[in-house]
């Protein structure tokens, strides 16, 4: 019990988001009106990605400074998972901006950063399946994944804010105020966040226990 009671409050605050996401009144402003419920999708998705690919990056570093294949496994699993929820992310977000930007696909610069920063770690997927040697692999795919970690923030957060953008909270533009949010939307937002999080790592595990056991098939006992 132990063991799955944080995967059981996964599935009930994610229950709770979706039901009461849906059902909740919430503030009718601009162009957003109903669609502003994308709120309980589209930002807890990023977070739950921003998680992963935290946890990636931090296995990449603990294998270039061990070769121990076990970190490496970690690293490939969290950015497999990860990059899951960045699509996820990104197709949330281009659906909301169909119904108040007028298009799936303006040339928002936030909206064009993240989708190179989703790129890159794509990239760095493509490119584990195109080495065959473990431990090659596992060398070149840990540098690549520290610096994809490292262009993350500045293309997804730091540059987006320092110029306009249709996105809240980028240039001039206010974001996650009392203008355009209330307490009601909180209410839920703060537990999806939690609740997508939290399924992503059940992702993760998941991922990581059948990526040991394919490494154990290979190398039966001498290695992870």
């Known amino acids: 019990m132990t063991r799955i009671w944080w995967k059981v409050l996964a599935v009930l605050i994610l229950l709770y988001t979706i039901i009461v ?13 109903e669609s502003s419920r994308g709120l309980f999708y ?36 969290a950015a497999n998972v990860g990059t899951f929820f ?15 930007w007028g298009g799936s ?19 760095y997927l493509v490119l584990r399946m195109s080495i065959q040697d473990i431990d090659k692999r596992a060398r070149i795919s840990a540098v690549f994944n520290v610096f994809a970690f490292a262009l993350l923030i500045p293309l997804t957060y730091i540059i987006p804010r320092m110029v306009d953008s249709l996105h809240p909270g980028a240039g001039s533009t ?24 939290l399924l992503g ?24």
């Open 21 to 33: 996401g849906l059902t909740i009144q919430i503030p009718m402003i601009g162009t957003n009106a």
């Open 42 to 77: 589209h930002v807890p998705m990023w977070i739950s990605m921003y998680t992963l690919f935290t946890i990636s990056v931090i296995n990449s570093l603990r294998y270039l400074r061990n070769y121990d294949l076990k970190y490496d496994v970690s690293a490939s699993s």
């Open 86 to 100: 960045g699509v996820l992310g990104f197709a949330t977000g281009t659906l909301w901006a169909t119904y108040t």
């Open 105 to 123: 696909l303006p040339t928002d610069p936030k909206q064009m950063s993240t989708a190179l920063a989703l790129l890159i770690y794509m990239a």
């Open 174 to 197: 206010p974001g996650f105020s009392k203008s355009d949010t209330d307490h009601h939307m909180m209410m839920v937002f703060y537990p999806a966040m939690v609740g997508w999080t």
């Open 201 to 224: 790592v059940w992702l993760y595990s998941l991922q990581l226990r059948y990526r040991k056991l394919e490494l154990k098939n290979i190398f039966g006992n001498d290695r992870p």
